[in-house]
Each structure stands twice: as C-alpha cells, then as structure tokens.
C-alpha cells in the first residue's frame, strides 16, 4: 500500500517563510510526477506546483518567484519551500504523486493535507 503523508505547516506571518514536505512510502516501484496543490475555503482545489523525474518544474502564475519546488528521489519526499507569503496563500496544501507500485499498477496519489495560514 502507498501513502503520502505530508509535514510542516503552520501560522506564520505575512513575508515569512515556510517549507512543507511530504513524503511516500509503501510498496513503490517508480514515482513519476509529484506536485503540491492547495484549496482556499470555499475555493477549488488548484495547482500550485509540479516537479518531474528528471526535475523539470512548473508554477501557477501567482506563485512564480515566491514558491520552490525540490524532490529527493532517493528519499522519496518532494518539498516546497514557500517564501514572501501573503494572506492569499492561505490554504490547505496536498501532495500528488504519479506512482508506479509493486504489483505494476500505475495512478495517482494524495496526501491528507497540511493547514498553512498566513496571518498577522
């Protein structure tokens, strides 16, 4: 069985720093694709950031600049460093994964999600 489980949320001040991680375990073969994402109450859940295999990224516009995307294949664990954080970054923040398991199925993970909360 493959899980996610995300860490490092918290309060913290508008132009302050966070960095949530999440980490995959379980019966994994291959992890393909990682990204973060995050829902705003009342809001849908939207894309933040992604990050390849071969570390290849990409940001929502808002974030671009601000935010950081890292993974680290051998620990298994995708990071996004979070940096100039506003009051509109507030959110709960999840982890996907495209992961290939043991047993040759392939699809696509979530994390439980890690409150971040921008506020002075």
């Known amino acids: 069985q493959v899980q996610l489980v995300e860490s490092g949320g918290g309060l913290v001040q508008p132009g302050g720093s966070l960095r949530i991680s999440c980490a995959a375990s379980?019966?994994?073969?291959?992890?393909?694709?990682m990204g973060w994402y995050r829902q705003a109450p009342g809001k849908q859940r939207d894309l933040v950031a992604t990050?390849?295999?071969?570390?290849?990224?990409n940001y929502e516009d808002s974030v671009k600049g601000r935010f950081t995307i890292s993974r680290n294949n051998a620990e298994k664990t995708v990071y996004l460093r979070m940096n100039g954080l506003k009051p509109e970054d507030t959110a709960v923040y999840s982890c996907?994964?495209?992961?290939?398991?043991?047993?040759?199925?392939?699809?696509?993970?979530w994390g439980q999600g890690t409150q971040v909360t921008v506020s002075s």
């Open positions: 996907n994964a495209d992961i290939n398991d043991l047993h040759g199925a392939r699809r696509s993970y």
């Open positions: 379980g019966a994994i073969s291959r992890i393909n694709n």
């Open positions: 990050i390849t295999s071969t570390l290849l990224t």
